[in-house]
């Protein structure tokens, strides 16, 4: 393991760097996912079929393509960014789509029995919402959010090797392939990086799930 | 549209017309958007029909020759992505009903052995794509196994390696879903006719826990044929590698990226649709062997 314990410093940067961008595109991906969860069961019947174009489109398309569509298509209009802001960009409209549907699936998941009960004692609408259906849905969304935003951090991976720089894989290819190091222990090294973050991601979340679980 | 019920309340005439001004309000903001992009594209020339020709018109000179290489790209995504998915099925069904068989047998022995494969399974559902696919890319040829001789093309086995490590482990965890879900009454009717654990697992359990897994098995599938364009990173030939090289020579990477992405959709819809009809097959057959003759 010496390759690593010699560059455990640039190994150090690439974790935190890689956690900082995991954790600006999980803020930015929930907030998108949210407004396209509203759309999608909004009373309003074009903000709906973008919605449901919208998590269409993007999740039978993969990830790479959504990534060089930003970074080489939007210069060619003009648009200029650093491959960071565009792999940012990227990987929340991507996760968005994901997001969206862990979201629809918690509201689908209460039944409708609840809001009826909700009006027959006379809730408003957004009490009705506040107090019934959202902390329901919200609660059964869970699971599937936090798996989302695991598959996240794992596909944050891809901006490593696509050209931004200082993420945990852009330090493994640049010594390995650059410097020349053995790839055996520096790709461990890598790989102990996302596990650091992944793994105990998924403990919590299962302890998480276990403690919201609704029995219906 | 369950999600409707649940969220409001049958639409009075003043909800509807509040509806019909947002329906309004929301095409005509679209309408401007669509303007813009539509007008910016334009100023930069994204229209000009030489971008487009290459990829659309039959009659280009390179038309033939541009979808002759797209074809190479998609038929090597394909075999990267059947033999993953194939690979993925086999390991992940092994895993999983392994798992289970030693969680539940008898002998202490068997059952501490279960805590290096729970370790494994859990190790390899927490390492991204990329760096496995690395891993196997530039680790397996520095200890020996060199693939690059392999049929199906140079780099196509350290794609289905990097993909098969994680897919199999996280279809063995939905195996693993599927088979808690099912009755108790399953695997004791199948241990009281004298069915040895590994029969009930293979004749009972595992065939209705695929079908009851069928949806979250197929949202893998996808994830799989999705994945396989992560092998452009290492050079694999695929079809978003293909899609680059050829933007590159006719410099239009908005209309060439469209068409690849394109084609990835239209290939995920077709395995979705496949999926379907599979399940409704399986539902009808199901129905028939459950429903009582009386």
């Known amino acids: ?216 | 549209m369950s999600a409707e019920v649940v969220l409001y309340d049958l639409p009075g005439p003043r909800a509807r017309r509040r509806a019909l001004i947002g329906t309004v309000v929301v095409l005509a903001l679209a309408a401007a958007l669509a303007y813009v992009v539509v007008r910016r594209l334009a100023d930069r020339g994204q229209f000009e029909a030489e971008l487009w020709t290459p990829l659309i018109s039959p009659t280009h000179e390179n038309f033939v020759r541009v979808w002759e290489l797209l074809g190479q790209g998609l038929l090597a995504t394909l075999m990267a992505a059947a033999l993953a998915i194939v690979a993925s099925l086999a390991i992940g069904t092994l895993l999983g009903s392994t798992r289970i068989l030693l969680s539940a047998s008898p002998k202490a022995g068997l059952r501490a052995l279960r805590l290096p494969l729970v370790g494994g399974i859990e190790l390899f559902r927490g390492l991204p794509v990329v760096p496995a696919t690395y891993f196997a890319y530039t680790v397996l040829p520095e200890l020996g196994l060199d693939f690059r001789g392999w049929p199906g093309g140079n780099l196509m086995w350290y794609v289905v390696i990097g993909l098969t490590a994680y897919n199999s482990v996280v279809i063995a965890e939905i195996l693993r879903a599927g088979v808690a879900s099912l009755p108790r009454g399953q695997a004791e009717a199948a241990r009281a006719i004298g069915m040895t654990e590994g029969v009930a697992m293979r004749l009972v359990l595992l065939p209705q826990a695929f079908r009851v897994m069928l949806p979250a098995l197929i949202s893998q599938l996808v994830v799989i044929l999705k994945d396989t364009s992560l092998g452009y990173f290492i050079g694999y030939q695929e079809t978003l590698w293909r899609g680059l090289r050829l933007s590159q020579n006719f410099d239009n990477p908005i209309q060439t990226l469209l068409v690849v992405g394109l084609l990835f959709i239209g290939l995920n819809y077709l395995l979705s649709l496949g999926a379907v009809r599979l399940e409704r097959r399986l539902s009808r057959t199901m129905s028939g062997a459950v429903s009582p003759t009386v």
């Open chain 1, 1 to 216: 393991m010496d390759p690593v314990l010699d560059n455990l410093d640039l190994f150090w940067s690439g974790f935190r760097n890689s956690v900082g961008f995991m954790a600006l595109a999980a803020v930015g991906s929930v907030a998108l996912g949210t407004v396209i969860a509203a759309f999608r069961v909004s009373p309003v019947a074009p903000l709906r079929f973008f919605g449901t174009a919208y998590v269409t489109v993007v999740r039978n398309c993969p990830l790479t393509i959504v990534l060089f569509f930003f970074a080489f298509g939007l210069p060619e209009i003009g648009i200029n960014r650093s491959f960071y802001t565009f792999a940012l960009v990227a990987l929340v409209v991507y996760t968005a789509a994901f997001v969206c549907e862990a979201l629809r699936s918690g509201i689908n998941s209460v039944s409708a029995g609840q809001a009826e009960a909700a009006r027959a004692i006379g809730l408003r609408f957004g009490q009705s919402m506040t107090e019934i259906v959202l902390p329901q849905a919200f609660r059964s969304a869970i699971p599937p959010l936090g798996s989302v935003l695991i598959a996240m951090c794992k596909n944050s991976a891809v901006v490593g090797v696509f050209g931004v720089s200082g993420h945990l894989m852009s330090v493994a290819r640049q010594l390995n392939s650059g410097e020349g190091l053995p790839a055996l222990p520096i790709y461990t090294g890598t790989a102990i990086g996302f596990l650091i973050i992944t793994v105990p991601a998924g403990i919590l979340l299962g302890r998480i799930e276990r403690k919201v679980a609704i029995v219906r």
